[in-house]
């Protein structure tokens, strides 16, 4: 990246705060630059992407952002466009809406919108993602699978991600959906990748040398798979719940920080 850092990920867990401090979107707006943000709002993953941008315009000029702007991406076309490029080129910030995560892989997976938003982080714009937008963040997405189950195979579903940070998988609006069973399961089935659950109104923002900070009401629950002595998810039916041991588990509180790399073994750091 030519000595550039890359930007900070925002990585929402949904139902983030509009009418209030607006603490996780004020956030956003500060890494991104402030009144200088240059803004993008991709609403790929919105059922009614109109709508969607209307919401996210009010909110954003009311934090002050001047210069904004919307890809709706209707199609692969679109998001193939030396327009929708462009955009993303100029912007300090992007902010990936909430909806479904398979709409917005299957919109942009391989696009010149794909590798411009990667070659966007890299030369240090911020990207935010809210529910599906922030399970879309990684290279591994959790794309379905039942809330309040022990770890058992049939609990998680995954895909492959946007690919903006590689070594972890996202779950969201996690405490309220009682999703530490999916998450668990997702982390058993590949210990190399780091679990992160973020509860709704809550973002883990994480930072280029791997540090990660709560903003919000909720935690930010960290599910470490490399520490683990023993599992059997090979061994049992997908509604049969399996066996972890060892699997280490750290909760950052709001305004809580903590370094992805202590989490891992020496030499196996998740890569930002």
């Known amino acids: 990246m030519n000595g550039q850092k890359a930007g900070a990920l925002v990585i929402i867990g949904g139902a983030e705060d509009h009418e209030g401090e607006c603490t996780i979107l004020r956030r956003f707006v500060a890494l991104a630059g402030g009144r200088e943000a240059r803004i993008v709002v991709v609403s790929a993953a919105a059922a009614d992407p109109h709508a969607t941008s209307r919401e996210y315009a009010r909110v954003f000029k009311k934090l002050g952002v001047n210069d904004l702007e919307f890809l709706s991406l209707a199609d692969r076309l679109a998001a193939d466009g030396e327009a929708a490029a462009e955009l993303l080129r100029q912007a300090s910030g992007i902010f990936l809406t909430g909806g479904d995560q398979l709409r917005i892989t299957s919109t942009m997976g391989g696009t010149t919108a794909h590798q411009t938003l990667r070659d966007a982080r890299a030369r240090g714009a911020v990207v935010a993602g809210t529910s599906a937008g922030a399970s879309a963040i990684p290279a591994v997405m959790i794309v379905g699978g039942t ?6 195979l049939g609990t998680v579903s995954m895909a492959p991600g946007l690919g903006l940070v590689e070594g972890l998988v996202v779950d969201q609006h996690f405490a309220q959906r009682g999703r ?11 210990p190399a990748v780091i679990g992160i659950g973020v509860d709704e109104d ?13 903003v919000g009401s909720g935690a930010v629950t960290v599910v470490d798979g490399r520490s683990i002595t023993h599992a059997t998810p090979s061994e049992a039916s997908l509604s049969e719940p399996f066996s972890i041991y060892g699997m280490t588990l ?6 809580g920080k903590f370094k992805l790399a202590a989490a891992t073994r020496p030499g196996s750091r998740a890569s930002v």
Do not use: F, K
Not at 147 to 152: F, I, V
Not at 180 to 190: D, E, H, K, M, T
Not at 250 to 255: D, F, G, L, Q, T
């Open 202 to 214: 809550t973002a883990a923002v994480l930072y280029s040398d791997g540090e990660v900070e709560t």
């Open 250 to 255: 750290h909760v950052i509180a709001p305004s």
């Open 180 to 190: 530490i069973g999916r998450l668990l399961s997702a982390v058993a089935q590949n």
């Open 147 to 152: 809330g309040e189950e022990a770890p058992q």
